[in-house]
């Protein structure tokens, strides 16, 4: 069974031409957010909500979020998760989770969604937060596993 998770990520263009990566807990909304910024944001953009996945590779021992999170507590700071780098909606995401669920994760950040898909399925990393689509394509080839979606 697949997980659900407790939160929304959204992205939000601002002035300056810097976009904010919003990630909000709504058991807690409207008193918790985490917002990061970073350069390259557009000014013609509108308001998105994106649905991610927690994802493990196909033959990772984890067969849902409580085997990994049950791990991480056991393990803290030996397992990792892989983002498409610092600040995007996958980091922010996994640092909300890892703070709702007290557990202590390495972040790997990449290059790109690309990347750290490619690495989730190489097994180069423990999970990583991708969007659904992406995360539903990796489950659909063999590759991935997916323990929980927002």
């Known amino acids: 069974m697949i997980a659900p998770l407790r939160f929304a990520c959204l992205m939000v263009p601002i002035l300056g031409g810097v976009c904010t990566t919003a990630v909000a807990d709504p058991s807690q909304a409207p008193t918790r957010i985490v917002v990061a910024s970073a350069p390259g944001g557009n000014l013609d953009s509108s308001l998105a909500e994106a649905a991610f996945a927690v ?3 196909f ?3 984890y067969r849902t979020m409580k085997d990994l999170v049950a791990d991480a507590k056991a393990r803290p700071g030996r397992l ?3 983002s498409s780098g610092i ?3 996958n980091h922010l995401g996994m640092e909300l989770l890892k ?3 007290k557990v202590d994760l390495v972040h790997v950040p990449f290059t790109s969604a690309g990347a750290v898909t490619t690495a989730l399925m190489g097994a180069q990393v423990d999970a990583a937060m991708l ?3 992406g995360a539903l394509s990796g489950m659909e080839a ?4 997916i323990l929980g979606v927002t």
């Not at 063999?142 to 596993?145: E, F, M, Q, Y």
């Open 55 to 57: 994802a493990v590779p």
């Open 59 to 61: 033959g990772s021992r």
């Open 80 to 82: 990792n998760y892989g």
């Open 87 to 89: 600040c995007q909606g």
């Open 99 to 101: 703070s709702q669920l």
């Open 131 to 133: 969007t659904l689509p």
């Open 142 to 145: 063999g590759k991935l596993r």
